[in-house]
């Protein structure tokens, strides 16, 4: 069975951090690049980031760039998101997601989703 299991979301004031993981299972993990994805109140799902898990390549939405760092533990299959500097408008869910190849530069179907972990930004 396939799983994606997210962890780490939670209340942080505005400047805070805190980090994500999503631990996977399933399927062959070096096979895939990962990533997550938010969707705040009212607005459609949006990229965030992805690592490839194969060879490292990152990638990151110009909204977060510089204050969100992406990185894998292939031998735990396991994605993490550090978040930094966060700001009200973080706030959102926070989809982990799988395919075969990172999102950002070419369409790649998305085959794998979590359930999402909230993370609420106070000012």
């Known amino acids: 069975e396939v799983q994606l299991v997210e962890s780490g979301g939670g209340l942080v004031q505005a400047g805070g951090s805190l980090r994500l993981s999503c631990a996977a299972s399933g399927f062959r993990f070096d096979d895939y690049a990962l990533g997550w994805f938010r969707q705040a109140p009212g607005k459609e799902r949006e990229e965030v980031s992805c690592?490839?898990?194969?060879?490292?390549?990152?990638y990151y939405a110009d909204s977060v760039k510089g204050r969100f760092t992406i990185s894998s533990d292939n031998a735990k299959n396991t994605v993490y998101l550090q978040m930094n500097s966060l700001k009200p408008e973080d706030t959102a869910v926070y989809y982990c997601?799988?395919?075969?190849?990172?999102?950002?530069?070419?369409?790649?179907?998305?085959?794998?989703w979590g359930e999402g972990a909230l993370v609420t930004v106070s000012s």
């Open positions: 690592i490839s898990t194969g060879d490292g390549s990152t």
């Open positions: 997601a799988a395919a075969s190849g990172c999102w950002f530069e070419y369409y790649y179907r998305i085959e794998y």
